[in-house]
């Protein structure tokens, strides 16, 4: 089965702070991939990587970094915390594509609140 | 225009209905379709993937592919209090070289005991 962990469940931050999310996969998948999920607003891509140290802004990169020095592992860097980023954010992994499957799989997913 | 309409529900059914959960889509380049299930507070889980029109099946559930209606769905047989969630259909243009996914914004399902 493939898994894909995610550092915190539940994140509480305030205003300004740098905050870390970390995402690991276990499947040697190639891509991964950000999101935020709102109410209302559904599933949005905040940035995706579809190789160790390649990036690709997504809809919503303003305000958010990403970092890939492995292959496993996929860091959402929120540079200097606002409360329009309280979000629940997930995690996803999938493999390149080359067999025709594109389906992506998801972690756990981390309730952010800045206060 | 979203690319991936869902109707967001609440879908209430009693146990043991017969589902039906609907997508509707607007591009005719999208031909990978995948259907996914998120309990309150928890990460989408795959439920299912096709590339083609006609039925997979996978125990109680069936998916549906109309592409000349543009038209995906979510079959679920013997419902059980346990299939309440929200449901989140996905596709994928074979025009996109990117891995990107299209979502929709997902049917909350109730299944009453």
């Known amino acids: 089965d493939v898994k894909v962990t995610q550092s915190s469940r539940y994140l509480v931050k305030r205003t300004g702070e740098k905050v870390f999310l970390e995402c690991v996969q276990d499947m040697d998948h190639e891509n991964m991939f950000w999101y935020r999920q709102d109410p209302g607003l559904g599933l949005r891509l905040i940035y995706f990587s579809y190789d160790v140290k390649m990036k690709e802004k997504g809809d919503i990169p303003e305000g958010y970094s990403v970092s890939r020095e492995k292959k496993e592992r996929f860091s959402l860097i929120l540079e200097s915390a606002s409360t329009n980023q309280t979000s629940m954010y997930l995690c996803?992994?999938?493999?390149?594509?080359?067999?025709?499957?594109?389906?992506?799989?998801f972690g756990p997913g981390t309730r952010l609140t800045v206060t | 225009q979203k690319e991936v309409e869902q109707d967001p529900g609440p879908l209430s059914v009693p146990e043991g209905a017969i589902v039906s959960l609907n997508c509707t889509y607007s591009n005719s380049a999208f031909q990978y379709f995948m259907w996914y299930r998120q309990y309150s507070r928890k990460g989408p889980e795959l439920l299912m993937y096709?590339?083609?029109?006609g039925n997979k099946e996978d125990g109680r559930f069936t998916a549906q592919v109309d592409k000349s209606s543009k038209y995906i769905s979510l079959f679920i047989r013997d419902s059980q209090p346990s299939d309440s969630a929200t449901y989140l259909c996905?596709?994928?243009?074979?025009?996109?070289?990117?891995?990107?996914?299209?979502f929709g914004s997902g049917t909350r399902l109730l299944v009453r005991p």
């Open positions: 996905a596709t994928k243009s074979f025009m996109d070289s990117s891995y990107k996914l299209i």
């Open positions: 996803a992994s999938s493999t390149a594509g080359t067999s025709g499957r594109y389906e992506q799989y």
């Open positions: 096709t590339y083609s029109s």
